[in-house]
């Protein structure tokens, strides 16, 4: 089964210098996840639409640390060969999930560092 997901670059860096300072990562879940379901949107709306199944199976996760966007699976296998592209099958690379990741990284970090902001004010500090 061929897969294909959507990083921002950064965001492990500041999960991880977060728990340095004592920020409960676990707190930033809400915002990971919202992240997560702009970037499926964003790629369903990059992604090459001939009946829409691959585009429907674009998900965000819930993850506590990390916004994860993810299409392909048993039953749209085919998800990584249109992202990636197969030469070998003449099927050329869309780079839908690229284009979302780039798309996606200056508002995934932003909407992160307004929720580090809320928790900072939460806290009192």
Known sequence: MARAGLY????????RALREV????????????????EG??????????????????IRGNRAKSKAVVTAGRASVPYAGPINY??????????????????AMEPVALRRLADEIDNQIKRRGL
Request: proline share 3%; aromatic share 6%; no cysteine.
């Open 85 to 102: 592209g197969w030469p070998a099958r003449n099927i050329a690379a869309s780079g839908y999930m690229q284009k979302a990741s780039t």
């Open 22 to 37: 004592g920020v409960e990562v676990d707190d930033l879940k809400n915002a990971f996840a919202a992240i997560a379901a």
């Open 8 to 15: 921002v670059t950064g965001l492990a860096q500041v999960t």
């Open 40 to 57: 499926a949107r964003l790629a369903a709306g990059f992604a090459p639409m001939r009946s829409g199944r691959l585009a429907r199976d």
